[in-house]
T-cell receptor
Framework: AQSVTQPDIHITVSEGASLELRCNYS??????LFWYVQSPGQGLQLLLK??????LVQGIKGFEAEFKRSQSSFNLRKPSVHWSDAAEYFC??????????FGAGTILRVKS | GAVVSQHPSWVICKSGTSVKIECRSL??????MFWYRQFPKQSLMLMAT?????????EQGVEKDKFLINHASLTLSTLTVTSAHPEDSSFYIC???????????????FGPGTRLTVL
């Protein structure tokens, strides 16, 4: 069965510093991979997705992620974090049909 | 982008009562919607797939008689928590895909969630 692991429950970075959120997946075939952000009072918002092709994908709000098949990873990165990026981030993998399996999430705190 | 709404955003009820949560796709039609449950500091767990015009499909371990799902139209799905108990307290989130591929290539849009507290 598909699964997603986000090893970091909390991450704190200084504003302006770079960010990397880790995601590892378990899936037999080429996965469909996603990163979502959840802010209080708002629904999950899609940051970016990978289906095939270029393994470095660009998303909204300056985020990018790189698919590494050899490491079963899809880490999310941002070169310079803004205070408004503080939120919870979820990595997800397609699980057949429209179903998604989510990781446990990583809470990002940004300190000024 | 597409918008999915949920109502109510929060609800408090007494143990033993039933609570209905609505999920609406505001600017697109969805033959399928999904219901998730999120425990504090945990991930979203898929509960069931709501299918317009047919019965919902429940994930293993989810009690279909407790969590009644009705997909009344192409823009509305409802989740009714029957005979609610404190352990049903949670954050319930719905989502709806746009697109017609029937795969994860269809972009999913999520509602803002409903916080249920059962006293």
């Amino acid at each position: 069965a598909q699964s997603v692991t986000q090893p970091d429950i909390h991450i704190t970075v200084s504003e302006g510093a770079s960010l990397e959120l880790r995601c590892n997946y378990s899936y037999g075939a080429t996965p469909y991979l996603f990163w979502y952000v959840q802010s209080p009072g708002q629904g999950l918002q899609l940051l970016l997705k990978y289906f095939s092709g270029d393994t470095l994908v660009q998303g909204i709000k300056g985020f990018e992620a790189e698919f590494k098949r050899s490491q079963s990873s899809f880490n999310l990165r941002k070169p310079s974090v803004h205070w408004s990026d503080a939120a919870e981030y979820f990595c997800a993998v397609g699980a057949g049909g429209n179903k998604l399996v989510f990781g446990a999430g990583t809470i990002l705190r940004v300190k000024s | 982008g597409a918008v999915v709404s949920q109502h109510p955003s929060w609800v408090i009820c007494k143990s033993g009562t039933s609570v209905k949560i609505e999920c609406r796709s505001l600017d697109f039609q969805a033959t399928t919607m999904f219901w998730y449950r999120q425990f504090p500091k945990q991930s979203l767990m898929l509960m069931a797939t709501s299918n317009e015009g047919s019965k919902a499909t429940y994930e293993q371990g989810v009690e279909k008689d407790k969590f009644l799902i009705n997909h009344a139209s192409l823009t509305l799905s409802t989740l009714t928590v029957t005979s609610a108990h404190p352990e049903d307290s949670s954050f319930y989130i719905c989502s709806a895909p746009t697109g017609t591929s029937g795969s994860s290539r269809d972009t999913q849009y999520f509602g803002p969630g409903t916080r249920l507290t059962v006293l």
